[in-house]
T-cell receptor, first 110, second 113 residues
């Protein structure tokens, strides 16, 4: 069974601060995706990383895929209250199913 | 990417009854997935549903408890049968969106009393 561990589980910061969320596994994934979910909604895709060592930037969000394709990180610069939500990493395996990380609940205080 | 309409959005049900959740996709998709999620926590895959074949269930989930239908390439249902309070959760359907990641329905928040 492929497992993805996310840390931290909860994060509460002030507007303008930076933060990093980590996603680690002992398994190799063909790709890794990051989602954000708000209450009453399904997860929404932020980014997909495919290549080991890949770095993708989406405005204030920077995503990195580990060289061995077992881990990933999400860095948010100058967080805003609109960034508040549940962040989930998810690894794609050979069966086209997603294995989700344990989730990070982010709260950005104004 | 595909758009999924899921209903009901929430329901409160008596123990021992069953609830059927529906997901309608605005395009034809091969695979649909059903997940369960406790609020604020991760998603657990229940089963994968392909049109024209039996659903494939993950460990800990059985067809008698969570029967799934997939009558065509745009529609699927999940039934939560003989419900108990332990079944209270959020249920989500999903489909693979090609290069756009996976698309999710907005979820069904089920409370069993």
């Amino acid at each position: 069974t492929q497992l993805l561990e996310q840390s931290p589980q909860f994060l509460s910061i002030q507007e303008g601060e930076n933060l990093t969320v980590y996603c680690n596994s002992s398994s190799v994934f063909s790709s890794l995706q990051w989602y954000r979910q708000e209450p009453g909604e399904g997860p929404v895709l932020l980014v997909t990383v495919v290549t080991g060592g890949e770095v993708k930037k989406l405005k204030r969000l920077t995503f990195q895929f580990g060289d061995a394709r077992k881990d990933s990180s999400l860095h948010i610069t100058a967080a805003q209250p609109g960034d508040t939500g549940l962040y989930l990493c998810a690894g794609a395996g050979s069966a086209r199913q997603l294995t989700f990380g344990s989730g990070t609940q982010l709260t950005v205080l104004p | 990417s595909a758009v999924i309409s899921q209903k009901p959005s929430r329901d409160i049900c008596q123990r021992g009854t069953s609830l059927t959740i529906q997901c309608q996709v605005d395009s034809q998709v091969t695979m649909m997935f059903w997940y369960r999620q406790q609020p604020g926590q991760s998603l657990t895959l229940i089963a994968t549903a392909n049109q024209g074949s039996e659903a494939t269930y993950e460990s800990g989930f059985v067809i008698d408890k969570f029967p799934i239908s997939r009558p065509n390439l745009t529609f699927s249902t999940l039934t939560v049968s003989n419900m108990s309070p332990e079944d209270s959760s959020i249920y989500l359907c999903s489909t693979e969106g090609g290069g756009h990641g996976y698309t999710f329905g907005s979820g069904t928040r089920l409370t069993v009393v």
